[in-house]
């Protein structure tokens, strides 16, 4: 069974940086897309970024292009999130998701993943 475990988030101030980290079990993440959301309170989720299964493609929303990063770590088994310049409107609860499909296209619609991780919580204030 697929599982996946966030980590790395916290309280930081704006202009800081911060870097999540997706543990994954039971699967490759070398095989499928992989992707971060965020949902701050009150609000839907929103794709943040996706990292294409093979480092093929990347994509990025454009309230975050620039400042983030997404990227596989050292360890295969890790996919991680660099945050810069962070600013209170990124705040939120970050999820690490993998997509339905194996060799599957890179894309931040929620619709297209089914295994989720729990959450890590980042508090962007002064």
């Known amino acids: 069974q697929p599982q996946l475990v966030e980590s790395g988030g916290g309280l930081v101030q704006p202009g800081e940086s911060l870097q999540l980290t997706c543990s994954v079990s039971g699967f490759s993440p070398v095989y499928y897309t992989m992707a971060w959301f965020r949902q701050a309170p009150g609000k839907g989720r929103e794709g943040v970024s996706c990292?294409?299964?093979?480092?093929?493609?990347?994509d990025y929303a454009d309230s975050v292009k620039g400042r983030f990063s997404v990227s596989r770590g050292v360890a295969d088994n890790n996919v991680l999130l660099q945050m810069s310049n962070l600013k209170p409107e990124d705040s939120g609860v970050y999820f690490c998701a993998r997509s339905r499909q194996s060799f599957g296209p890179c894309l931040l619609d929620e619709a297209e993943y089914n295994y989720w991780g729990q959450g890590t919580r980042v508090t962007v204030s002064s």
């Open positions: 990292l294409g299964h093979g480092h093929s493609a990347r």
